[in-house]
């Protein structure tokens, strides 16, 4: 199939023998979005497509790699999720979550917002970018058209050209590219002396609050320069049908002064934000749902399950998802095994507490509060005979990002020497 028939996209078009083709939905600067349907499972997405060598003329190679890594991490409910990317010698294909109900800039297009559907909309826009920020992402162009709405009404945020990962700040730990829509971009972005990215995020969040419950921009001129200079100042007025809470966030969200504007934890503790917070908004990783449980007894039979051939050092190489749990064995005794998880929560760089409670069971909490909280993590030690142990350790609670860079960095080095790997058995028997 030439480029050509895709772009021509009548419906009966096959992309690599994966995808069908389907009607033209759409179109930015530099791609076209089409429906289109996996035929294997009949599942239907959006097809972003892009032309390589308009990308490559305008020097916007690496934008389109870091937006392919960006949305490789940012896996969360209120983010528009990319299947796969796909590509041939003249386009590169984006298979992405199918999003039905639209922009939300069209939902404001018609007057605004009441306040508990503004404050349904903007709750979800803060757990999404709070989890970015948690991943080191900066999105940094939020505006009402890269939010999507899907079949229910649950936002998506979408549109990640111009994000940012914490690997681009510079020695002063900022971040110094100008980007952004005008209107929603923050007074210290505007300023060009540097910006930290989480901020900048935070106020073009305060500017979508106001537009939201106003129906209109809070910083408006048709002289650029003029709205620019208002930008600096935080020059707004917020109209007389805003609550005395939503004002009150809303002036602490669009506050000029990065250093004292509000945080996102902050944000979430505030009254406005709390109220009436649906069910279907309280998102959290499957992750955080576990909850202390006896650990099952395990036999011989179970340690040959984990591992591959005995071996169980494949339980320290990386894997692709977020750890749940990590999980070896080891011939030391139950006390050298508690020792040294002491030991290493002595000389974490967080610093944590350790509990015990009976011979087999310990618990680490973090003395420092993290993104949600203290990080909690319990360690199980149970014989399977007198001389071999299997140890359990998993997070049980706090944020999973900082709990894998605390296994990744501290525990799996200083746990290594005492995992149990079964010698290789080589038969030198002749055969008969």
């Not at 929603?184 to 972005?189: I, K, L, N, W």
């Not at 011989?300 to 494949?314: K, V």
């Not at 999980?327 to 290493?344: G, K, P, Q």
Request: hydrophobic residues 40%.
């Amino acid at each position: 199939m030439t480029d050509k028939d895709n772009e021509k996209c009548h419906g009966h078009s096959v992309l690599h023998g994966k995808y069908e083709l389907g009607r033209f939905l759409g179109h930015g600067s530099f791609a076209k979005v089409y429906h289109a349907r996996n035929i294997q499972s009949g599942k239907s997405v959006a097809m972003k497509v892009v032309g390589k060598e308009k990308v490559i003329k305008v020097g916007m190679i690496e934008q389109v790699k870091r937006e392919i890594s960006v949305m490789k991490m940012v896996k969360h409910p209120n983010i528009v999720e990319l299947h796969e990317v796909m590509a041939n010698k003249s386009k590169i294909y984006f298979a992405m979550e199918l999003v039905r109900g639209g922009e939300l800039f069209s939902k404001i297009a018609k007057g605004r917002l009441r306040e508990d559907v503004a404050r349904h909309y903007f709750q979800q826009l803060i757990s999404a970018v709070d989890f970015c920020h948690s991943r080191g992402v900066y999105h940094r162009d939020l505006k009402p058209e890269n939010l999507l709405l899907d079949h229910d009404g649950n936002l998506k945020v979408t549109d990640f050209g111009l994000s940012a990962f914490a690997e681009h700040l510079r020695q002063d730990g900022l971040l110094h590219t100008s980007c952004g829509t005008p209107a929603y971009v923050a007074p210290e972005v505007i300023g060009k002396k540097g910006y930290d990215g989480a901020k900048a995020d935070i106020w073009s969040c305060g500017v979508i609050l106001y537009v939201l419950l106003a129906g209109f921009l809070p910083f408006q001129d048709e002289n650029i320069m003029v709205m620019y200079r208002k930008i600096y100042k935080g020059d707004f007025k917020c109209p007389p049908w805003f609550s005395s809470e939503s004002r009150r966030l809303i002036t602490k969200l669009l506050d000029p002064n990065p250093s004292t504007r509000i945080t996102i934890s902050k944000i979430v503790e505030s009254s406005w934000f709390k109220k009436t917070i649906p069910r279907s908004l309280i998102v959290k990783e499957d992750e955080d749902n576990w909850n202390m449980k006896e650990t099952e007894t395990l036999n011989a039979f179970h340690i040959i399950s984990l591992s591959e051939g005995f071996d169980l050092s494949p339980l320290f190489e990386e894997k692709k998802r977020e750890e749940k749990e990590i999980r070896f064995a080891t011939t030391r005794t139950a006390s050298s095994v508690i020792s040294r998880l002491e030991e290493v929560a002595a000389k974490a760089e967080g610093k944590f507490s350790v509990m015990k409670s009976g011979e087999g069971s310990l618990r680490m909490l973090g003395e420092e509060s993290g993104r949600k909280g203290k990080l909690a993590i319990a360690a199980e030690i149970c014989a399977v005979t007198p001389s071999l142990l299997v140890v359990e350790v998993k997070k049980s609670s706090g944020d999973t990002f900082e709990y894998n860079q605390f296994c990744t960095k501290e525990l799996r080095p200083a746990l290594k020497d005492i995992v149990w790997t079964s010698p290789v058995v080589v038969d030198n028997s002749t055969p008969a």
